[in-house]
Protein backbone atom coordinates (compact mmCIF):
# COMPACT_ATOMS: atom_id res chain seq x y z
CA UNK A 1 0.00 0.00 0.00
CA UNK A 2 1.19 3.25 -0.61
CA UNK A 3 2.31 6.15 1.03
CA UNK A 4 0.60 9.79 2.00
CA UNK A 5 2.92 12.26 0.34
CA UNK A 6 2.71 16.14 0.02
CA UNK A 7 1.81 17.05 -3.46
CA UNK A 8 0.61 21.10 -3.05
CA UNK A 9 0.58 23.80 -0.99
CA UNK A 10 -0.84 26.84 -1.44
CA UNK A 11 -1.65 30.39 -0.01
CA UNK A 12 -5.02 32.66 -1.63
CA UNK A 13 -5.25 35.80 -1.29
CA UNK A 14 -8.63 37.34 -2.83
CA UNK A 15 -8.39 41.25 -3.07
CA UNK A 16 -11.56 43.79 -2.32
CA UNK A 17 -10.24 46.05 -5.72
CA UNK A 18 -11.89 49.31 -5.93
CA UNK A 19 -12.14 50.61 -9.74
CA UNK A 20 -8.52 51.79 -11.17
CA UNK A 21 -6.64 50.21 -8.47
CA UNK A 22 -4.02 47.75 -9.64
CA UNK A 23 -2.91 43.96 -7.66
CA UNK A 24 0.64 44.33 -6.84
CA UNK A 25 3.03 42.38 -9.60
CA UNK A 26 3.53 38.88 -9.42
CA UNK A 27 7.43 39.81 -9.04
CA UNK A 28 6.97 42.39 -6.38
CA UNK A 29 5.18 39.75 -3.97
CA UNK A 30 7.97 36.84 -5.06
CA UNK A 31 10.62 38.93 -3.62
CA UNK A 32 8.77 40.03 -0.54
CA UNK A 33 8.10 36.46 0.20
CA UNK A 34 11.09 34.79 -0.85
CA UNK A 35 13.09 37.26 -0.68
CA UNK A 36 15.24 36.04 -3.73
CA UNK A 37 14.53 36.99 -7.85
CA UNK A 38 12.28 34.22 -9.43
CA UNK A 39 13.91 32.52 -11.87
CA UNK A 40 11.75 33.11 -14.50
CA UNK A 41 8.75 36.01 -14.52
CA UNK A 42 5.87 37.07 -16.93
CA UNK A 43 4.57 40.05 -16.62
CA UNK A 44 0.41 40.56 -17.47
CA UNK A 45 0.58 41.32 -20.95
CA UNK A 46 -3.65 42.33 -21.46
CA UNK A 47 -5.51 42.74 -18.64
CA UNK A 48 -7.70 39.68 -17.03
CA UNK A 49 -4.56 37.80 -17.64
CA UNK A 50 -1.94 36.64 -14.42
CA UNK A 51 1.60 37.40 -14.11
CA UNK A 52 3.64 34.81 -12.89
CA UNK A 53 7.11 34.55 -11.01
CA UNK A 54 8.69 31.52 -10.43
CA UNK A 55 11.87 29.50 -8.48
CA UNK A 56 13.10 27.23 -6.40
CA UNK A 57 13.46 27.88 -2.81
CA UNK A 58 14.83 25.10 -0.15
CA UNK A 59 14.67 21.94 -2.53
CA UNK A 60 11.08 23.02 -3.51
CA UNK A 61 9.58 24.65 -6.63
CA UNK A 62 7.69 27.91 -5.45
CA UNK A 63 5.58 30.62 -7.66
CA UNK A 64 3.54 33.80 -6.98
CA UNK A 65 0.70 34.21 -9.82
CA UNK A 66 -1.27 37.65 -9.18
CA UNK A 67 -4.49 37.90 -11.51
CA UNK A 68 -7.43 40.88 -10.44
CA UNK A 69 -9.40 38.84 -8.16
CA UNK A 70 -6.62 36.20 -6.87
CA UNK A 71 -3.15 36.05 -5.13
CA UNK A 72 -1.50 32.99 -5.26
CA UNK A 73 1.59 32.03 -3.62
CA UNK A 74 2.34 27.62 -3.95
CA UNK A 75 4.75 25.24 -3.34
CA UNK A 76 5.25 21.71 -5.14
CA UNK A 77 8.03 19.27 -5.55
CA UNK A 78 10.07 19.84 -8.49
CA UNK A 79 9.06 18.79 -12.01
CA UNK A 80 10.19 15.70 -13.56
CA UNK A 81 9.39 13.12 -15.93
CA UNK A 82 7.59 10.67 -13.06
CA UNK A 83 5.46 12.05 -10.62
CA UNK A 84 7.25 13.57 -7.66
CA UNK A 85 6.02 13.73 -3.82
CA UNK A 86 7.56 15.84 -1.03
CA UNK A 87 9.18 13.50 0.90
CA UNK A 88 9.73 15.41 3.79
CA UNK A 89 6.55 16.83 5.19
CA UNK A 90 8.02 18.94 8.04
CA UNK A 91 10.15 20.82 5.59
CA UNK A 92 7.30 21.33 3.71
CA UNK A 93 5.10 22.42 6.57
CA UNK A 94 7.77 24.65 7.60
CA UNK A 95 8.08 26.35 4.29
CA UNK A 96 4.17 26.82 4.39
CA UNK A 97 3.90 28.39 7.62
CA UNK A 98 6.92 30.57 6.36
CA UNK A 99 4.47 32.11 3.17
CA UNK A 100 1.39 31.96 5.55
CA UNK A 101 2.81 35.41 7.56
CA UNK A 102 5.08 36.68 4.78
CA UNK A 103 2.37 36.65 1.82
CA UNK A 104 0.42 39.21 4.35
CA UNK A 105 2.95 41.33 4.84
CA UNK A 106 4.31 41.42 1.86
CA UNK A 107 0.66 42.68 -0.19
CA UNK A 108 -0.54 46.20 0.06
CA UNK A 109 -4.00 45.29 -1.84
CA UNK A 110 -7.03 45.30 0.13
CA UNK A 111 -8.36 42.04 0.95
CA UNK A 112 -11.90 40.34 1.79
CA UNK A 113 -11.08 36.63 2.19
CA UNK A 114 -7.63 34.74 2.60
CA UNK A 115 -7.60 30.74 2.04
CA UNK A 116 -5.07 27.72 3.11
CA UNK A 117 -5.48 24.59 0.01
CA UNK A 118 -3.02 21.55 1.02
CA UNK A 119 -3.26 18.17 -0.90
CA UNK A 120 -1.57 15.14 -0.31
CA UNK A 121 -1.30 11.92 -2.13
CA UNK A 122 -0.13 8.43 -2.90
CA UNK A 123 0.97 6.68 -6.05
CA UNK A 124 -1.05 3.64 -6.93
CA UNK A 125 -0.64 0.89 -9.88
CA UNK A 126 -4.34 1.28 -10.71
CA UNK A 127 -7.89 2.09 -9.31
CA UNK A 128 -8.52 -0.77 -7.79
CA UNK A 129 -5.45 0.45 -5.66
CA UNK A 130 -6.24 3.72 -5.86
CA UNK A 131 -9.66 3.68 -4.65
CA UNK A 132 -8.65 1.31 -1.66
CA UNK A 133 -6.33 3.72 -0.43
CA UNK A 134 -9.01 6.13 -0.33
CA UNK A 135 -11.17 3.98 1.35
CA UNK A 136 -8.76 3.75 4.31
CA UNK A 137 -9.00 7.78 4.86
CA UNK A 138 -12.26 7.78 4.84
CA UNK A 139 -14.54 8.50 7.86
CA UNK A 140 -16.85 5.54 8.89
CA UNK A 141 -19.54 7.63 8.31
CA UNK A 142 -19.05 7.86 4.52
CA UNK A 143 -16.93 4.59 3.39
CA UNK A 144 -18.88 3.22 0.82
CA UNK A 145 -17.50 -0.18 -1.23
CA UNK A 146 -15.38 0.66 -4.26
CA UNK A 147 -13.10 -1.41 -6.45
CA UNK A 148 -12.58 -0.54 -9.74
CA UNK A 149 -14.38 2.59 -10.30
CA UNK A 150 -13.21 5.88 -11.74
CA UNK A 151 -13.04 9.62 -11.14
CA UNK A 152 -14.28 9.04 -7.61
CA UNK A 153 -14.72 12.34 -6.01
CA UNK A 154 -16.28 13.04 -2.53
CA UNK A 155 -16.04 16.97 -0.91
CA UNK A 156 -17.44 17.46 2.31
CA UNK A 157 -17.82 21.21 4.11
CA UNK A 158 -17.47 21.40 8.06
CA UNK A 159 -17.83 25.01 8.66
CA UNK A 160 -17.50 26.85 12.15
CA UNK A 161 -17.04 30.56 13.32
CA UNK A 162 -13.77 32.51 14.19
CA UNK A 163 -13.92 35.12 16.37
CA UNK A 164 -16.29 37.49 14.23
CA UNK A 165 -15.93 35.26 10.86
CA UNK A 166 -17.53 32.30 9.36
CA UNK A 167 -15.13 29.72 8.27
CA UNK A 168 -15.56 26.85 5.11
CA UNK A 169 -13.03 23.96 6.35
CA UNK A 170 -13.24 21.42 3.31
CA UNK A 171 -12.10 17.74 2.64
CA UNK A 172 -11.75 16.34 -0.38
CA UNK A 173 -10.92 13.23 -1.36
CA UNK A 174 -10.36 12.24 -4.85
CA UNK A 175 -8.50 9.69 -7.52
CA UNK A 176 -7.70 11.47 -10.61
CA UNK A 177 -5.29 10.45 -13.34
CA UNK A 178 -2.48 12.49 -13.58
CA UNK A 179 -0.62 13.00 -16.95
CA UNK A 180 2.90 14.53 -17.53
CA UNK A 181 3.44 16.50 -20.41
CA UNK A 182 6.63 17.57 -22.85
CA UNK A 183 6.41 20.42 -24.86
CA UNK A 184 8.63 21.60 -27.60
CA UNK A 185 8.69 24.94 -28.28
CA UNK A 186 9.51 25.63 -31.98
CA UNK A 187 11.01 28.90 -33.27
CA UNK A 188 9.38 31.29 -35.53
CA UNK A 189 11.26 30.00 -38.84
CA UNK A 190 10.27 26.47 -38.11
CA UNK A 191 6.98 27.96 -38.25
CA UNK A 192 4.72 24.86 -36.71
CA UNK A 193 2.95 24.88 -33.95
CA UNK A 194 4.62 23.50 -30.39
CA UNK A 195 4.20 19.83 -29.99
CA UNK A 196 3.44 17.70 -26.79
CA UNK A 197 4.30 14.26 -25.82
CA UNK A 198 3.41 12.48 -22.90
CA UNK A 199 5.82 11.12 -20.92
CA UNK A 200 3.72 9.68 -18.05
CA UNK A 201 0.70 8.81 -16.88
CA UNK A 202 -0.22 7.91 -12.98
CA UNK A 203 -3.45 6.97 -11.02
CA UNK A 204 -2.95 9.16 -7.72
CA UNK A 205 -5.91 8.79 -4.92
CA UNK A 206 -5.30 12.32 -2.73
CA UNK A 207 -7.10 14.22 -0.10
CA UNK A 208 -7.19 17.94 0.07
CA UNK A 209 -8.07 20.66 2.45
CA UNK A 210 -9.17 24.12 1.85
CA UNK A 211 -10.04 26.40 4.57
CA UNK A 212 -10.79 30.10 4.21
CA UNK A 213 -13.56 32.83 5.95
CA UNK A 214 -16.69 33.29 4.48
CA UNK A 215 -15.87 36.79 2.23
CA UNK A 216 -16.12 39.96 4.47
CA UNK A 217 -15.39 43.40 4.38
CA UNK A 218 -11.94 44.84 3.68
CA UNK A 219 -9.44 42.96 6.32
CA UNK A 220 -6.98 44.07 8.36
CA UNK A 221 -3.79 42.73 8.26
CA UNK A 222 -4.10 41.23 11.52
CA UNK A 223 -6.93 39.86 11.03
CA UNK A 224 -5.63 37.93 7.91
CA UNK A 225 -3.07 36.69 9.76
CA UNK A 226 -5.40 35.40 12.15
CA UNK A 227 -7.92 33.86 9.78
CA UNK A 228 -4.92 32.04 7.59
CA UNK A 229 -3.05 30.66 10.91
CA UNK A 230 -6.13 29.46 11.87
CA UNK A 231 -6.62 27.95 8.51
CA UNK A 232 -3.23 26.53 8.60
CA UNK A 233 -3.61 24.71 11.92
CA UNK A 234 -6.65 23.67 11.24
CA UNK A 235 -5.55 21.09 8.40
CA UNK A 236 -3.48 19.58 11.25
CA UNK A 237 -6.56 18.85 12.67
CA UNK A 238 -8.05 17.21 9.32
CA UNK A 239 -4.73 15.54 8.39
CA UNK A 240 -4.89 13.28 11.74
CA UNK A 241 -8.78 12.70 11.56
CA UNK A 242 -7.46 11.30 8.10
CA UNK A 243 -5.19 9.48 10.27
CA UNK A 244 -2.45 10.29 8.07
CA UNK A 245 -0.05 11.03 10.97
CA UNK A 246 2.05 12.88 8.71
CA UNK A 247 5.50 14.35 10.41
CA UNK A 248 5.41 18.40 10.56
CA UNK A 249 1.23 18.54 11.04
Request: with cysteine.
Amino acid sequence: MGTWKAQLGRITLFPTIPAGVNVLSALELYKSVWKFEPDSYQKQVQAGLPSIAQGTVGGFSVSCSTHPVRIDFSITPPPGPELNLVEDTKLFHEALAQIVRASIEGNTTAVNRVACFVQFACKAKDYREANELVRTILPKQYTIPLTDERDFVLQINSPRPLEFFEMNYITKWAVDRVQILSFQVLSPQQQMSPTTQLVSEHIVPSITFDNSNVPAAALTKEHQITILQEAFRFVAEQQRAARLDLEGF
